[in-house]
């Protein structure tokens, strides 16, 4: 069955700080790994990731992929209050649809 | 560009009665997904449409929970009758072609069965 795992669920820092969220998937057929951040109920688009080893990067947050091991990374540098929120991973594979882990919930504090 | 529609925001209900969320995709938009979400998990997709056909509906308790998409446009999800595990947040989202792109998701509708 597939599978979206990540890690760690829960996450407190302090501004300033750098983190890393961690996603590993097992899916039939992979066809690209995305992240979101949900704030309060919508989750908003962040990254896509196809491809091992090209890094996505978007001002202080990035991403990227491993196809052989199966997971991704998302780094946020020089945390802001603002980035207190829950991060998603899903993983898209070969029914086309899009299949979500727990989320890491990232609180950033002051 | 107009975003996804979804109400209402919020829904109270005691278990055993029935519910109706409503979504309107962002247009031109010809898939469109009702995922469930509950508290503390990430979002379960309940059901898919292509236009007005079901790609997936593998994971939607069919026994109580319906949904529609009549002309490939806007779409209603229901629950009839609702059970206490059921709380949850339900969100849509669309996509132009369903797959290879990012899904464009709704503010939701958080439902409380008591």
């Known amino acids: 069955e597939d599978k979206v795992v990540q890690s760690p669920l829960s996450l407190v820092v302090h501004e300033g700080d750098t983190v890393t969220l961690n996603c590993s998937y097992e899916v039939t057929n992979f066809r690209s790994l995305l992240w979101y951040k949900q704030e309060k109920k919508a989750p908003t688009f962040l990254f896509m990731l196809t491809s091992s080893g090209i890094e996505k990067k978007s001002g202080r947050l990035s991403s990227i992929l491993d196809k052989k091991e199966l997971f991704s990374i998302l780094n946020i540098t020089a945390t802001q209050t603002g980035d207190s929120a829950v991060y998603l991973c899903a993983v898209e594979g070969s029914g086309d649809d899009m299949r979500f882990g727990a989320g890491t919930r990232l609180t950033v504090k002051p | 560009e107009a975003g996804v529609a979804q109400s209402p925001r919020y829904k109270i209900i005691e278990k055993r009665q029935s519910v109706a969320f409503w979504c309107n995709p962002i247009s031109g938009h010809a898939t469109l997904y009702w995922y469930q979400q509950i508290l503390g998990q990430g979002p379960k997709l309940l059901i898919q449409f292509q236009n007005n056909g079901v790609v997936d509906d593998s994971q939607l308790p069919k026994d109580r929970f319906s949904a529609e998409r009549l002309k490939g446009v806007d779409s209603t999800l229901k629950i009839q009758p609702a059970k206490l595990e059921d709380s949850a947040v339900y969100l849509c989202?669309?996509?132009?072609?369903?797959?290879?792109?990012?899904?464009?998701f709704g503010s939701g509708t958080q439902l409380s069965v008591l």
């Open positions: 989202a669309s996509s132009f072609l369903g797959y290879g792109e990012k899904l464009f």
